[in-house]
């Protein structure tokens, strides 16, 4: 049996700080993650990572001999998963000066992508959806909604649609049992809606599409959401949003704006939380680098907020223009803030401090109680390695 293999290339960096907790694979961009999109075309389940060291205790590299090693920045297409089931030992696709998957023959397990020898290539020369930069997870979230829909619904029935409901284009819209939607208004004549499971959208809501809302998700009374947005699994989301990657498991349950933005897991935006996504000069938005510790150009107009996971803001928040946000930080006070807050700080335009480990963890293990999930002892330890790598940010 063929084993697979999903790895992170030397771009990984520039999607920090959502990777610091997570290979590129367990983001999301359309309705799936990436490792979810590669499961569905191949039809296996993958296990198996290559990461950082850190990483590997909850996405361990598993398995000996042959390997298809593939990249988790990679949103695949059926032809390009036709190609890979038909490559031999020792051949590989490239697109545009990227790896897109390896086929070895009998390597060890240090097996490295960088250090590849021996590959005969193939260069793929049709459009794919490669993840490169953190603003890539709203900017082309649309044509992963569009590519995620038709594979999901292929051949399937839809829910019905509640009489109650102003609709557009019906036919582009699909509801997913045990959804509950009235008096809403779904248009689905710019791009797909997609409905998960278990969902609730309130009274009021008004919907254009290209639209996800991951399964156990609810979207509160009166919203307006213009897409593309994609809301996670187990999220709250209210208010104005445009053009939103929220990856799952946060809240952004109260009015006001949200636009061009990323929000990776387990955040909670507090009520008036506004974010800016365009600068009064119209001039290109630049955000935080890791890679660079400066900030770069994006060559986007607009561009919101991009959030790591276990971060948090209290009420009257506001965020200007390419504001990034690491990992477990507790944001609160009034003003504009600065548009780099490092990992683990707490506090606002009155200043920073460190926000203890400790604390982080006692506030994710009790966020996560509340959804029946249990922050583990792996999770804790990939904290503890998280604050140490990113200590020299901190500098308050």
């Known amino acids: 049996m063929t084993q697979y293999c999903l790895f992170d290339d030397l771009f990984r960096n520039e999607l920090l700080p959502l990777t610091f907790t997570k290979p590129v694979s367990e983001l999301r961009i359309g309705v799936l993650t ?18 950082q060291a850190y990483l590997s205790f909850k996405f361990p590299f598993l398995g000996n001999g042959s390997m298809v090693y593939l990249s988790g920045h990679v949103c695949p297409t059926r032809s390009l998963v036709q190609q890979i089931l038909a490559l031999q030992a020792n051949q590989g ?52 909604i569009q590519a995620d829909f038709e594979l999901l619904t292929k051949g399937r029935i839809s829910d019905p649609i509640a009489s109650s409901c102003f609709v557009q284009n019906s036919g582009n819209i699909f509801i997913e049992k045990g959804a509950k939607i009235t008096f809403a208004s779904l248009n689905a004549s710019t791009g797909p809606i997609y409905i998960g499971a278990d969902t609730e959208i309130m009274e009021g809501v008004m919907i254009r599409g290209p ?8 979207v509160n009374m009166g919203a307006k959401i213009y897409g593309p947005v994609t809301i996670g699994p187990h999220s709250k989301v209210g208010g104005e949003l445009n053009t939103v990657n929220i990856q799952g498991l946060s809240n952004k349950g109260h009015d006001v704006f949200l636009g061009s933005s990323v929000i990776g897991e387990w955040c909670n935006l507090g009520a008036d939380t506004n974010t800016s996504n365009l600068k009064n000069s119209y001039v290109e938005v630049k ?37 990034v946000v690491g990992i477990g930080c ?22 920073f401090q460190v926000n203890r480990l400790q604390e982080v963890c006692k506030t994710a293990g009790k966020v996560m109680a509340r959804r029946n999930q249990i922050l583990t002892e792996t999770d804790q330890n990939l904290l503890s390695e998280v604050f140490e790598l990113t200590k020299k940010y901190r500098k308050y």
């Open 211 to 218: 639209f996800v809302l991951g399964e156990h998700s609810t």
């Open 34 to 51: 990436i490792r979810e999109k590669w499961e569905k075309y191949l039809s296996i389940n993958i296990l198996s990572w290559k990461t």
């Open 93 to 144: 696709i490239m697109y545009e000066n990227r790896v897109v998957a390896i086929r070895t023959s009998d390597q060890e397990p240090t097996f490295e992508i960088e250090n590849f020898t021996g590959i005969n290539w193939i260069h793929w020369e049709e459009k794919l959806t490669i993840l490169t930069n953190s603003w890539d997870l709203f900017s082309r979230n649309g044509e992963q």
């Open 287 to 323: 955000l935080w680098n890791y890679t660079t510790s400066r900030f770069m150009k994006t060559g986007l107009q607009f561009c919101g907020l991009i959030m790591g996971d276990h971060s948090k803001c209290g009420i009257n928040t506001m965020f200007n223009a390419g504001t």
């Open 330 to 351: 507790n944001i609160h006070g009034t003003g504009y803030l600065r548009n780099f807050v490092p990992s683990f700080s707490e506090g606002g335009t009155h200043g």
